[in-house]
């Protein structure tokens, strides 16, 4: 076993050298979940490094939380645990699900939970079974990001926006569907309300990462304007720090929509 001062001070540990110390000092039949598990998985993550490494034990082993390394006893160990470097680590939804369930806020985990799915390193079912098997303590945020994922939310931004429609009483639109003219796509835009011919985008180079997006993103908006849609964007700062003044721009829109005659499109729900 590692010392416990040398696991209380965590200064000149490089990330793999923390893992490989929480592992001694955890033991045999240990796995490690979290947010160091989905590192290590390839998730890209906008969580600081310095998090806690999360190891799940044995409900039976006797190791407490010291320093860096936080103790997880459970009955239900992983399964099938994926092993490199001579560790074990939870499998991704595993990982995502205990992370959910730690310190983290609501963003944090909707970003967590649109990153490793986004990225194929889990299904929603997958999440959804983890929910399902794990504790219900500390599961809200895990349950409030899925159910965003299931209804076509694919960002925190646009999780943001969702939150906002519901708090000001807007009808519930579609997230994320495919809007067709007949057989040609037009656009995928964040949020739709059919009735009305309204799309809102939520747009920020902070969540278009090339100017080949960005210009992606203006076609999108050229193309949905020629066939007759409101196209509104929004950007993410704005939604959480304007939320009444973007509330009363899209009650405007949908209400301007729905006293014209309905556009004649079809939109193909998220599957």
């Given amino acids: 076993m590692l010392p416990g001062i040398y696991l209380a001070h965590n200064g000149g540990l490089t990330v793999g050298q923390r893992e490989i110390a929480a592992v001694l000092y955890a033991g045999r039949g240990c796995a490690i979940t979290g947010v160091a598990a989905l590192r290590r998985e390839g998730v890209r993550l906008r969580l600081p490094l310095s998090d806690p490494v999360d190891v799940l034990i044995p409900a039976a082993a006797r190791r407490l939380s010291i320093g860096f390394v936080r103790i997880h006893r459970t009955t239900r160990?992983?399964?099938?645990?994926?092993?490199?470097?001579?560790?074990?680590?939870?499998?991704?939804?595993?990982?995502?699900?205990?992370?959910a369930r730690g310190e983290l806020e609501l963003r944090d985990v909707r970003a967590l939970v649109a990153d490793a799915i986004q990225q194929d390193k889990c299904t929603v079912q997958q999440l959804a079974a983890e929910l399902r098997a794990g504790p219900s303590q500390g599961s809200g945020f895990l349950r409030a990001a899925l159910d965003d994922v299931i209804v076509g939310v694919a960002s925190v931004a646009e999780g943001d926006l969702r939150k906002l429609i519901k708090r000001g009483a807007l009808p519930e639109p579609m997230y994320n569907p495919s809007l067709f003219v007949g057989p040609d796509f037009i656009a995928k835009p964040d949020a739709w309300w059919p009735d009305a011919g309204v799309a809102a985008e939520v747009d920020s180079r902070e969540w278009h990462i090339s100017p080949a997006d960005w210009e992606r993103t203006q076609a999108r908006h050229a193309r949905m304007s020629a066939h007759g849609i409101l196209v509104l964007h929004f950007a993410p700062r704005r939604i959480r720090l304007d939320a009444a003044s973007v509330v009363a721009e899209l009650r405007s829109a949908i209400e301007a929509g729905q006293r014209r005659p309905p556009l004649v499109i079809r939109a193909v729900p998220v599957r």
């Avoid at 992983?78 to 205990?98: E, K, N, Q």
């Fill in 77 to 99: 160990m992983p399964d099938r645990p994926w092993r490199m470097d001579g560790i074990c680590w939870a499998p991704p939804a595993r990982a995502v699900a205990d992370a």
